[in-house]
């Protein structure tokens, strides 16, 4: 097994893969978020001020290549005012694990062996601008929608292996390779819920079972539900149930 972190600070970072199948364990400064196989021609994409530590394993026999390419948020930047008028895509929403992109792949290779081959500064100067604009470039197959059967079994299990931590919109998002805004559309689109209201749901619904089946201390219910307190715990239930989580284990008891 082999762990690599990368902080990425103001530059956008890129990790292509050419060669070898492994699994990998992203974690991101928030907690972990997933594990997904990678493969030849998947690409991972950091944006800017995020720190992602991966932990590969391989899955197969054999060797494992993959090329590293650092771009500047000033380059960004100089793209957007001189083609979007300065706007554009949330450069967070960019991060990808395992993602297939034959473009980024063919064009790192590239990279290599024009180096190799000795191509001036300039080459590689118009090679990033390709690639950022091939970043930043709306996308064809914009997702519509609904979430599959396998999507959100895919979320449901990451809830509740992680319903102790802090949970974000963008964890959730990961799990199913969507930024946060399409990840946020079409979860409310398939369930009728925000993904806030259904991960108060899982909660909640952990928290009744708990305090049903067993004797922990209401504050470790409320800890294993995520809740850092037993009071914020104790508000969030009686909001959602109507009545206190010790009113609720005693209806219970009796």
């Not at 720190?51 to 054999?62: A, F, K, N, W």
């Not at 979320?155 to 319903?163: G, P, S, V, W």
């Not at 806030?196 to 909660?203: A, E, S, V």
Request: hydrophobic fraction near 40%; charged fraction near 20%; charge should be positive.
């Amino acid at each position: 097994m082999r762990a690599v972190e990368h902080k990425t600070g103001e530059d956008f970072h890129i990790v292509a893969h050419l060669q070898g199948a492994y699994r990998v364990l992203c974690h991101n400064s928030e907690g972990l978020s997933k594990g997904l196989t990678c493969k030849a021609g998947d690409v991972c994409l950091i944006p800017p001020q995020r720190s992602v530590y991966l932990r590969l394993e391989p899955i197969q026999v054999g060797p494992i290549e993959h090329i590293n390419i650092t771009l500047p948020l000033a380059a960004f930047r100089r793209h957007l005012d001189e083609n979007c008028r300065g706007s554009g895509p949330d450069l967070h929403d960019l991060t990808r694990v395992a993602y297939p992109d034959p473009v980024i792949t063919s064009s790192a290779v590239a990279l290599v062996q024009a180096r190799e081959a000795g191509a001036c500064e300039l080459y590689a100067e118009c090679a990033a601008q390709y690639l950022i604009a091939h970043i930043l470039a709306p996308k064809v197959s914009v997702p519509r929608g609904p979430l599959t059967v396998t999507q959100l079994k895919t979320i449901h299990e990451y809830i509740h292996a992680h319903l102790a931590a802090r949970i974000t919109l963008e964890d959730l998002a990961l799990q199913v390779s969507l930024s946060r805004y399409h990840f946020l559309r079409l979860f409310k689109q398939t369930t009728g819920m925000t993904p806030h209201q259904y991960l108060t749901q899982q909660r909640m619904e952990a928290a009744k079972h708990w305090l049903r089946t067993r004797k922990h201390p209401v504050g470790r219910i409320g800890q294993m539900c995520g809740y850092a307190t037993a009071a914020h715990f104790s508000r969030a239930f009686r909001k959602y149930v109507g009545v206190s989580p010790s009113d609720y284990r005693g209806s219970f008891e009796n």
